[in-house]
């Protein structure tokens, strides 16, 4: 008679429950929606002040050009193929320098972060390096590797290289101790556990850098194409300076602005999927 009776009631918690979870999501997700919309307004707000400034002529088109004569520059500059072609070759450098920055990054904070001995080779001089400032080394990366596409391309990557290389040593240091005392329990091979439960615990420090990574090579890029560039959105920006023209220098600003958010974001969605495992990723 007890299980009989305990029955029903246990049967409608569990259904009560799982009815209550969906709840739960649906709400959470109305919730994120109206935040997402309430950000906009701040933007929509200053974007109408500026062209009203702009409008009654408080501010001249020399100084700060209106945002809808930015739009309808960026038009004619995407119509032209002068838009579209510079932001290929900014994007080939960005993504090159990012790439070769990431790759050693990695390599080097796995060979201080395995390692006593490596860390004794690399740590010192990379703790040395990243307090040098980048902008410092443009001159000598000019007389190292000329004026071509080879110092752009370095600059991006030394500016990626120490985000990706701080965060990962932490992360590879900062493992769970109970993680590799079960490691070292089930007998894998350091080998295995490198693969199995280092690298998988220093994963959210890799993807913090490589956020950070990101934002720097946009802004190590805006400098790289003033070296000389005969291409780039960097070099369209430096042609509108000389002809005064602050739309085409506005339009620049704000395609460096929308890559570093779309990049961002891009990191953001990899990281939610690598990451799923995590409570705060979980709906």
């Given at each position: ?88 070759v900014s994007l ?41 400032p980048v902008l ?148």
């Amino acid at each position: 008679m007890l299980d009989t009776t305990l029955r029903p009631t246990l049967d409608q918690r569990a259904s009560s429950r799982s009815t209550l979870r969906p709840r739960r999501s649906v709400v959470g997700r109305a919730a994120h929606r109206t935040t997402s919309w309430r950000r906009l307004v701040a933007p929509v707000v200053a974007l109408a002040v500026w062209q009203a400034a702009c409008s009654a002529g408080l501010i001249s088109p020399q100084t700060l050009a209106s945002p809808w004569q930015i739009l309808q520059t960026a038009i004619a500059l995407t119509r032209d193929g002068t838009l579209p072609r510079n932001l290929l070759v900014s994007l080939g450098r960005a993504l090159s320098g990012l790439a070769i920055g990431t790759v050693a990054g990695v390599i080097l904070a796995l060979v201080a972060g395995l390692s006593r001995l490596g860390e004794d080779a690399v740590d010192a001089l990379m703790q040395m390096g990243r307090t040098l400032p980048v902008l410092a080394m443009v001159p000598l990366f000019i007389l190292w590797f000329g004026i071509g596409e080879t110092p752009k391309i370095a600059l991006v990557s030394l500016g990626v290289l120490f985000p990706i290389y701080l965060n990962l040593f932490k992360g590879v240091r900062n493992v769970d101790p109970k993680l590799l005392e079960m490691a070292r329990t089930l007998g894998l091979s350091r080998a295995q556990t490198i693969l199995q439960v280092i690298l998988p615990g220093a994963l959210p420090d890799l993807l913090l850098g490589l956020r950070f990574a990101v934002g720097i090579s946009w802004l190590m890029l805006v400098v790289a194409e003033q070296i000389n560039a005969n291409s780039g959105i960097g070099h369209m920006m430096m042609d509108a300076e000389d002809f005064l023209r602050t739309d085409i220098i506005l339009v620049g600003l704000f395609i460096y602005a929308a890559l570093g958010l779309i990049s961002d974001q891009i990191v953001r969605s990899i990281e939610s999927r690598l990451l799923a495992w995590r409570p705060s990723n979980v709906l």
